[in-house]
């Protein structure tokens, strides 16, 4: 065991040969700035005092918690900071991209460490207020500069998992306390938001104050680090009053924005595809009225203006491939201020509506069949062809349509096929809409019907519906996110590896693709031979985790 006075001994003789070998450790200096080894020095004097304050503050709230955890998630980490450092090594042999690759990777991997170490042993006593032994909620007020945003860190709670980059991020209705659960440690800590990598495993989860809806990752910006710098908004679920923004990279929350006077958010937002302006769907609480409200990313997100929304009760909205118009969901039902009481169901007109962004003019209506198909959810398609979703308030023996597609100019919703028209296999409700605009397919899941369905849009046809109970979020998949089993997968080949990945309430995240002999066929107009009819026409994988994940489900793209 060492002794103090050797470490004293062996910081002295660092220290020379730093002076006598500035060249030999030239790509140290390169990988780690001297801040960082300052604030890293600093940090591991006062270590044990740090550790004790910050878990007396985390046993309040997480009676469960033991000072294991802290050595279990740094040794994770450090662990994989030192792989990284140990592939900096073959550097000098490595060709210029594959070293750039490298680079690119060690600094990836050091943000996600850094990020650990001050979230775990860094106060942020400005972000809160102490009475006695109990922790006050700071107030964040979204009208105040970016600057002075100091994000609630006594209601959020950041586990970084593994120094790998995010794919999807997805909310969670109910999250374990500890990152890793025990088979019989089945408790939960509420609800929360996670990122998720390639493999479909949780990279980083942070713990929210209510329940969350929509998730909305930033445009990727021309700058070569975008992936790692992207901001991710997460909103509350109507009728709430709040949105947070994440970063993608590590979860932690940079700024929390609170509804302006008389305004609650409706769940969804879009970003500008220039990625500087974010679009909400809000309530006018006085006259029911819809609103889409404008916020300013340079500015911390301070709301700078809002349109009208042509109708009652905006749900989703998202932009058109243009990046000059908005097309919004108005579901058509009124619901007051903290309330989700449904207030107008005989009387509802739910609309889709395209406005100009820029100005909030109305350039075109749509009115579905029915009034009470209330407009949902949507995705657009790259050729600007909106998808929707519907949820039917009618009653429940009525069948309707409940996917339908537009294109501007068309005057009225184009209803996709289903096998004997029967839409009642949904039970009237559409969660989510995902669409592969590349293989020109479309994603819906319903978790009332336990099931998600996949449809081929140029024939218009249901190829097939897959058992999902409880599914919800929807989002397109890539080559990176099949595991090597599906790889492998006979019926599939290297160029048809898209499809989609599917979250349920059960822990499932589940990558659908269909069968290259199934598409072939909707797509001959033909009927399936009797070995087709027997095999399965969508491909499906499978990986549970210890938590339940919510209503939507958003791709890094």
Avoid at 112 to 128: D, E, F, I, L, V
Avoid at 161 to 172: I, K, N, T
Wanted: aromatic share 6%.
């Amino acid at each position: 065991m060492q002794t103090q006075g050797d470490t004293v001994k062996d910081a002295t003789e660092i220290d020379a040969t730093e002076i006598n070998g500035i060249k030999r450790l030239s790509l140290l200096d390169r990988c780690f700035k001297p801040e960082v080894l300052k604030t890293s020095a600093l940090t591991a004097l006062s270590t044990a005092a740090l550790v004790g304050i910050h878990h007396r503050y985390r046993k309040q709230r997480y009676p469960s918690a033991r000072l294991q955890d802290y050595v279990v998630g740094l040794g994770t980490q450090f662990q994989s900071l030192s792989l990284q450092v140990s592939s900096q090594l073959s550097l000098l042999t490595l060709p210029q991209s594959a070293a750039t690759q490298q680079l690119s990777r060690l600094q990836y991997a050091y943000q996600q460490t850094t990020n650990t170490w001050h979230q775990a042993y860094q106060s942020y006593p400005s972000s809160m207020d102490y009475d006695g032994d109990s922790c006050v909620d700071s107030h964040v007020d979204s009208r105040i500069n970016s600057a002075d945003v100091i994000p609630d860190f006594s209601t959020v709670h950041t586990t970084t998992m593994l120094a790998r980059p995010v794919c999807w991020v997805s909310g969670v209705a109910s999250m374990p306390q500890s990152v890793a659960l025990t088979s019989d440690e089945e408790s939960v800590d509420g609800y929360g938001v996670v990122g998720i990598d390639s493999d479909r495993q949780i990279v980083w989860q942070t713990t929210m104050p209510e329940r969350v809806h929509d998730i909305v990752v930033q445009p990727a910006l021309s700058d070569s680090h975008s992936q790692v710098t992207r901001d991710v908004v997460v909103m509350g679920r109507r009728p709430s009053e709040k949105f947070w923004v994440l970063d993608t990279a590590t979860g932690q929350v940079k700024h929390a924005i609170e509804a302006s006077v008389n305004r609650h958010f409706y769940g969804h937002a879009c970003y500008s595809l220039d990625g500087t302006l974010l679009y909400v769907t809000e309530n006018n609480t006085v006259d029911l009225a819809g609103k889409v409200g404008i916020y300013d990313i340079s500015h911390g997100y301070q709301k700078i203006a809002e349109f009208d929304s042509h109708g009652i009760g905006p749900h989703e909205l998202i932009m058109h491939p243009d990046g000059e118009m908005l097309v919004i969901a108005n579901g058509g039902i009124k619901t007051e201020q903290a309330s989700r009481e449904e207030l107008n169901l005989d009387t509802m007109r739910p609309s889709l509506v395209y406005l100009n962004r820029h100005d909030g003019a109305l350039l075109e209506q749509v009115i579905p069949e029915h009034n009470q198909m209330s407009v949902r959810h949507l995705a657009m398609h790259d050729d600007g062809t909106v998808m929707i979703g519907i949820q039917f308030q009618g009653e429940r023996h009525i069948n309707v349509p409940l996917v339908l597609t537009h294109k501007r100019g068309d005057t009225d919703f184009e209803p996709l096929t289903m096998p004997n028209n029967q839409w009642q296999r949904f039970h009237q409700y559409i969660a989510s809409v995902a669409v592969d605009s590349e293989r020109n397919l479309l994603c819906v899941t319903t978790p009332i019907g336990g099931c998600a369905a996949i449809y081929d849009l140029t024939t218009r046809a249901l190829i097939d519906t897959v058992s999902l109970p409880d599914c919800a979020g929807a989002s397109v998949s890539s080559r990176d996110s099949y595991n090597e089993s599906n790889r492998h997968n006979t019926q599939l080949s290297d160029s048809q590896l898209l499809g989609f990945i599917v979250s349920d309430g059960q822990g499932q995240l589940t990558t659908l693709n269909v069968a290259p002999s199934a598409q072939a066929a909707n797509q001959k107009d033909e009927k399936l031979d009797e070995r087709m009819a027997l095999a399965d026409r969508i491909i499906q994988d499978s990986q549970r985790h210890k938590m339940s994940f919510d209503n939507h489900l958003q791709a890094l793209l």
